[in-house]
Each structure stands twice: as C-alpha cells, then as structure tokens.
C-alpha cells in the first residue's frame, strides 16, 4: 500500500480543461495523468463526472484512498492586489523577525480588507533597490510590498462541496497563472 505521504495530487481547473495528477515525491516522477478540454466554461457537473472517473482510477493505481488534494485555478475570479506599507524603523538592521511581522501586518491590513477572499499567494515584491526586497530609506523608514494573489470564497465553496462527496479536502489553493510566471522565471527552458 502507498503511503499518503509519498505523492502529491493536484487537480487543475481552467475555462480550457480539467487535469487531475499525481505525483511520486519518492522516485520524482509522475503516476498519473488526465485531462479533458473543455468548451470555455467550468460546468460542475462535467468536472464531478471527470472527478468520478479518475479518482477512482488514482485510489486504485495507489492502493489508497485520496485524502487530500491541491487545487489549482486558473480563472478570470483570482483577484490580485498589491499592498505597500511604510514603518518607522527604530532598529538599525532589519532582522527576520522584523520582516515576518511586518509580512503579517501587511496580510492582517488584506485580511482585514478583502474578507470574502482566500489567500492563494503572498509575494514580496522586488524592488530593485536591495536584494533582499525591502530597504531603509536615509530616514530610516521600512518600506515593503506585497502582492496577493487570492480566490473568492464563494467560488471555492462549490469546489470543496464537490470533493467533499469523494471525502476528498482540499488543503492549498493556488493560481494557475502565479504558477506559470514563477515556474517560466526559475525553469525558462523548461516552458
């Protein structure tokens, strides 16, 4: 029997296709894969028809039921928003317990703001001015941005309700576009 541990299932949604894989942490290589295209409109029920006939399949191939599942979305509701602070900065060096508390500051202001949205992705944005993505001006002022990248709740309700039949739950969500940049950045021949 697999362990649960020792591969990750992903299902991609798009207004294209619907792709459902596996993947084998331990040998670093691909169990399964599936897709269908699809004409231009996510369609509930032809996604749990696609579900149905793959995810058995999978259990089988695994000798093990599916747990969890990340999903990853590529769709005109994945909101974007940048958020920039500046904060007095009594210390000379910024450390990094400094950061994240400003990271969490500046994701509590987004919390606080966006209510009805789950973050997908939280990105420090590069400005150039220092490598490490945030700097100290001459007035001793820290200064950081941030995008994220986030899905509507009530958008993600219909995909948990639909796994959820299968005992399924989904533990990340994650933007299909964010993903591709990334990935064309670190691996550009690989796209």
């Not at 508390?101 to 209510?115: A, G, I, P, T």
């Not at 509507?152 to 533990?171: R, V």
């Amino acid at each position: 029997m697999t362990q649960e541990t020792d591969f990750q299932i992903f299902l991609f949604i798009s207004k294209n296709k619907y792709q459902i894989f596996v993947y084998d942490k331990d040998n670093l290589r691909d169990l399964y894969n599936s897709e269908i295209k699809i004409n231009g409109v996510i369609e509930f029920d032809n996604l749990s028809n696609f579900l149905d006939e793959n995810i058995y399949k999978i259990e089988k191939k695994l000798n093990n039921f599916i747990r969890n599942i990340i999903l990853i979305i590529e769709d005109d509701k994945v909101l974007e928003v940048g958020i920039s602070i500046k904060k007095k900065n009594y210390e000379k060096d910024i450390d990094q317990k400094h950061l994240e508390n400003s990271l969490v500051e500046v994701k509590d202001v987004f919390r606080e703001n966006y209510q009805d949205q789950i973050i997908m992705h939280m990105i420090i944005v590069n400005n150039d001015k220092n490598e490490n993505n945030f700097q100290l001006n001459n007035d001793d002022y820290l200064f950081l941005e941030v995008n994220f990248i986030s899905i509507p709740n009530n958008f993600t309700f219909y995909f948990d309700k639909l796994l959820e039949n299968h005992q399924i739950k989904i533990t990340r969500y994650m933007s299909g576009i964010t993903l591709k940049i990334i990935l064309a950045k670190m691996l550009p021949s690989y796209l």
